[in-house]
């Protein structure tokens, strides 16, 4: 069964640093998605991204973000200069179609110290 | 944003017991999503909904599209220990263009 996966499973990182998250997401869907989820709390949406650009961002999103599709299968989140309040559990997920079903990568958990 | 009010919160139930949970809104959604997560991993898709009034089951799960487009519900029946973890709901609202979590039902089932 084809899996939406993600590298690195932790990122460690110096607050002002810069990460990149990495995700594969299922090859034959066309949308992708970033979410952060708060060490026990509800998952949020970050930003969702179809044709190459951004279809849709959340406040959270803001200029620190950014994403990439630098190939036919990588997605990539980028965190340009992390602050400790970024520590959080990352997903990536995929779906086939617009507002369908949507398939979760296991996550990087990113620490920033 | 919107917000997705999930109840109850956190349940401790026996093995075999049927489990019911639901997830509110205060706007309509058009669609509905239920996922699973457990520990330290990413959230497992459960069941997906699509029109009002839906009734939707995977195995033991059963969940339902409430008529008012505001409320969707998760059904477990004869709960088995694997069934711990937390249960989210997920939905677009009819005026949105992304999903929403809701807070969670946490589930623990004693054997």
């Known amino acids: 069964e084809p899996e939406v996966t993600q590298t690195p499973s932790h990122q460690v990182t110096q607050m002002g640093q810069e990460v990149i998250l990495r995700c594969v997401p299922i090859?034959?869907?066309?949308?992708f998605y970033w979410y952060r989820q708060i060490l026990g709390q509800k998952v949020e949406f970050l930003v969702s991204f179809y044709n190459n650009e951004i279809s849709e961002k959340s406040e959270i999103f803001d200029d620190q973000f950014s994403v990439e599709r630098p190939d036919g299968s990588n997605f990539t989140l980028k965190i340009r200069s992390t602050k400790l309040e970024d520590s959080a559990m990352y997903f990536c997920?995929?779906?086939?179609?617009?507002?369908?079903?949507?398939?979760f990568g296991p996550g990087t958990r990113l620490t920033v110290l | 944003g919107q917000q997705l009010n999930q109840s109850p919160q956190s349940m401790f139930i026996q093995e075999g017991e049927d489990v019911s949970m639901n997830c509110t809104s205060s706007?309509?959604?058009?669609?509905w999503l239920w996922y699973k997560q457990e520990p330290g991993e990413g959230p497992v898709l459960l069941i997906a909904l699509y029109k009002a009034g839906e009734l939707t089951s995977n195995g033991r799960l059963t969940a339902q599209f409430g008529i008012t487009r505001k409320d969707s519900f998760l059904n477990i029946s004869a709960s088995i220990p694997s069934d711990v973890g937390i249960y989210f709901c997920?939905?677009?609202?009819?005026?949105?263009?992304?999903?929403?979590f809701g807070t969670g039902t946490s589930l623990t089932v004693i054997p």
């Open positions: 997920a939905g677009v609202p009819n005026t949105g263009n992304q999903f929403y």
């Open positions: 997920a995929s779906g086939k179609e617009l507002y369908n079903e949507q398939f």
């Open positions: 090859s034959n869907h066309l949308y």
């Open positions: 706007s309509i959604f058009n669609t």
